[in-house]
């Protein structure tokens, strides 16, 4: 058997961000994210903007977001115990998780009154949204392109960056909204905006929460195909068939497989070659560097019932 494990320090991690550098940006990103929260809530107030006034929530709720991607990277730094032998790796996907339900909770509140404003307009000051929407789509650019930088495939930070650039889009709306009723007068097209900005705050809630459900039930993260691996498994000198096949998540970047390998003719002195060469193998191809691999000598012929069997003949 074969258990190619991590160290506590998280060493062998695929494209983890530098836990200092990532540490620093979500900090400041954080504080720079409140003030300017504060800033578009009093304009949107002072300009009746139901759209303004939901941007600046949606824009909370991305502070709220830094600040659960900054705790979970604390935490998922901490080295394994005795009781939690992986660690709190999975702290970032439970934080992703969390971010997802509470913007789906928010667009629903938020929908209610886009709705309740469609069907009686309210006067807005077109010129302060203008202004404002025009900063906040800056800001918001500059914020995910920075995050971006640093969050190499991780789930948790992607996550902050994704709600930045749906706050850039929805900044965006406000601009259009904005530059509508300057051209024609109305007010309606404030909560029509706002009604668009919800369903994109919809679309960004429902894409983490489907990831981050996925990988809370162990399931296997996108853009890694099981079948893919069965079969580059099976190609292995040596390998006669594969079965028990399990990968899933340890952290948000952090890749894990366990499988049986039956073998055929090979010696039991070549059966470290053999397993130095399959962990190298999904190393390189699949990012995959904590392995649990077993491997089982069967008779000739000897039938492998499992959805992932790959068997051969002998």
């Known amino acids: 058997m074969s258990d190619q494990s991590l160290s506590p320090s998280g060493s062998g991690r695929r494209g983890g961000p530098d836990s200092a550098a990532a540490r620093s940006k979500l900090a400041v990103s954080t504080g720079a994210t409140l003030l300017f929260v504060g800033f578009e809530l009093m304009a949107g107030l002072r300009a009746n903007s139901l759209a303004l006034v939901g941007d600046a929530f949606h824009n909370l709720t991305d502070a709220f977001v830094l600040v659960l991607a900054l705790v979970a990277l604390v935490l998922s730094r901490r080295p394994p115990s005795g009781r939690k032998s992986f660690g709190y790796q999975r702290a970032g996907i439970l934080a992703a998780f969390v971010n997802g ?13 886009a709705l309740s404003r469609a069907r009686a307009p309210e006067p807005v000051d077109s010129d302060t949204m203008l202004v404002v929407a025009a900063i906040a ?32 889009l929805g900044s965006l709306g406000v601009l259009v909204a904005a530059i509508g009723i300057r051209i024609t007068g109305s007010s309606a097209f404030d909560p029509l905006v706002s009604i668009a900005i919800g369903v994109l705050i919809s679309w960004t809630s429902w894409s983490i929460l489907r990831e981050t459900v996925n990988l809370l039930l162990e399931g296997t993260p996108q853009g890694i195909d099981p079948d893919e691996i069965t079969r580059a498994l099976a190609a292995q000198d040596g390998v006669f068939g594969v079965h028990h096949l399990h990968i899933w998540a340890l952290g948000p970047s952090n890749p894990a497989l366990s499988c049986h390998l039956t073998l055929g003719d090979v010696p039991l002195r070549s059966t470290s070659e053999l397993l130095d060469r399959v962990n190298a193998m999904l ?26 069997d790959a068997s051969a003949g002998c």
């Open 137 to 168: 789509i800056v800001f918001n650019g500059l914020i995910a392109s920075w995050l971006h930088r640093g969050a190499h495939g991780d789930v948790n930070i992607r996550s902050a960056v994704l709600h930045q650039v749906a706050d850039a």
């Open 283 to 308: 190393a390189a191809s699949y990012g995959i560097v904590h392995t649990t691999i077993q491997l089982e000598h069967a008779p000739c012929g000897k039938e492998q019932h499992s959805e992932h």
């Open 101 to 113: 339900a509470l913007l789906l909770a928010f667009t629903v509140v938020y929908f209610v009154e």
